[in-house]
């Protein structure tokens, strides 16, 4: 067990729906990072917040948007959905910005199915 | 990712074997990381590579990273069905405040009892 935690582990909904991914960091953790892992891109990363604030954005489509909370946990919400959007999608935190101490951990992720 | 090759992309072994998974980057590495995942489910953390000619053991599994080449391998001595699983490289290839992650396409491994 990492110490993240996402809820649901499972998804299932429809095309042109909103869902919202949450995600617990490990105790302490100020970093989150999401990532999307499916099979013909492989785990793709989409965004980093660090103490409630965005960092880096990777491969984030418009129609995603994520933030964190003051109590660091956070949210990842998908709009529009399309069939593509199906995958796994992960949360993983890490602990501070130092080099060498910067490991992310990974929660179980989230199964998206888009129908 | 284009930009972090792992080879091969799977393996079959028969259990007792021994094992080597590479993972080469076209970029400058500012941190290589392996991890384990077992297929639909998280990734579990192996070990984390910060200086040429770093070495990492753990049990059975050991990790390299020659900075020259920028090239981490991955070797599983006396392979057991336990071992089973995706094992993907992740790395940082930018130097800057951002900590993000790129990750290869993994390596199916198969160990046959």
């Known amino acids: 067990d990492s110490g993240v935690t996402q809820t649901p582990k499972h998804l299932i909904t429809a095309t042109g729906q909103r869902v919202t991914l949450r995600c617990s960091p490990r105790?302490?953790?100020?970093?989150v990072y999401w990532y999307q892992q499916s099979l013909d891109q492989g785990l793709q990363f989409l965004i980093q917040y660090y103490n409630g604030e965005e960092r880096a954005k990777g491969n984030i489509l418009e129609r995603f948007s994520a933030q964190q909370f003051p109590d660091l946990h956070s949210e990842l919400n998908l709009s529009s959905l399309e069939l593509g959007d199906s995958a796994l999608y992960f949360c993983a935190s890490s602990g501070s910005f130092s080099v060498g101490t910067d490991t992310q951990y990974f929660g179980p992720g989230t199964r998206l199915t888009v129908l | 990712s284009q930009e972090l090759e792992q080879s091969p992309q799977s393996l079959i072994v028969q259990e007792g074997k021994n094992l080597t998974i590479n993972c080469t980057s076209s970029?400058?590495?500012?941190?290589l990381y392996w991890y384990k995942q077992k297929y639909g489910e998280g990734l579990i953390f192996l070990m984390m590579l910060q200086k040429g000619g770093e070495e990492k053991s753990h049990e059975k599994i050991t990790a390299k990273l020659d900075e020259k080449k920028q090239q981490s391998s991955l070797h599983i001595t006396a392979s057991q069905p336990s071992h089973a699983g995706i094992y993907l490289c992740?790395?940082?290839?930018?130097?800057?405040?951002?900590?993000?992650?790129?990750f290869g396409s993994g390596t199916q491994l198969t160990v046959l009892p």
């Open positions: 105790s302490g953790d100020l970093s």
């Open positions: 970029k400058t590495l500012y941190g």
């Open positions: 992740g790395a940082r290839i930018s130097s800057g405040s951002a900590r993000q992650l790129t």
